[in-house]
């Protein structure tokens, strides 16, 4: 069954990262970073990090679906096409409304100008 984005992803346009349910934390969704991939580039001696959906349980994460179709798209991640191709990853998600094209695009308004000033 297809799984849908949930109301609060911050991959939507949408959605302010501050009303993200049970707390929102600057510092670890600046952290997420390290889950994007250099489009096209792949490492095979690092494990495939992927963003979790907030939703998710800490024993049980699910994939962003946010994350996931940008990743499989713009985002050019090789290591995680090769995850759908070999049953690893379920792509089989829905994103809901517009989306931010990058991961950047993702954190609050402040947490960028902060970053473009240093």
């Known amino acids: 069954m297809t799984r849908k984005q949930c109301k609060a992803c911050p991959w939507k ?3 302010d990262p501050h ?3 049970d707390g929102y934390s600057v510092e670890k969704h600046e952290n997420l970073a ?20 907030h ?7 699910i994939t962003c679906v946010g994350w ?4 499989l798209g713009e985002g050019n991640n090789i290591a995680l ?4 191709v070999t049953g690893r990853v379920d792509a ?16 609050p308004a402040c947490s960028v100008k902060k970053k473009r000033k240093a």
């Open 34 to 53: 390290g889950t994007i991939a250099d489009p096209g580039s792949i490492n095979i001696r690092q494990p495939l990090r992927m963003m979790a959906c």
């Open 92 to 107: 089989d998600v829905e994103t809901v409304g517009p989306q931010h094209e990058r991961f950047e695009d993702t954190l």
């Open 55 to 61: 939703e998710s349980k800490n024993d049980r994460p």
């Open 13 to 15: 346009v949408t959605t």
């Open 81 to 84: 096409r090769l995850g759908v």
């Open 68 to 71: 996931l179709v940008h990743q």
């Open 19 to 21: 009303q993200i349910p």
